[in-house]
């Protein structure tokens, strides 16, 4: 299975809570600020993203979604919105 995960950059607030639960090191942080002036979450390393959803756990603005595909299908696995 692979995983994808998307992040809300003007909900994150840069708790990086989501890199520390992290397994694979896929989230960073970004260099810029969003718009309510915090360094947002970002992922980078997707090829690593096996869809566990341990970051959107983790998440306390709900800021992230992932999703996994698996054998050309995709499904979203933990989508909080």
Request: glycine share 6%.
């Amino acid at each position: 299975m692979k995983g994808k995960i998307t992040i809300n950059k003007e909900l994150c607030k840069g708790c990086k809570y989501c890199i520390a639960a992290c397994p694979r090191g896929v989230i960073v942080v970004e260099k810029k600020f969003n718009k309510m002036g915090y360094f947002p979450a970002a992922p980078k390393h997707m090829d690593k993203c096996t869809g566990c959803a341990f970051c959107a756990r983790m998440c306390p603005e709900l800021a992230i979604e992932v999703w996994i595909t698996d054998n050309n299908k995709s499904a979203a696995k933990n989508k909080k919105t």
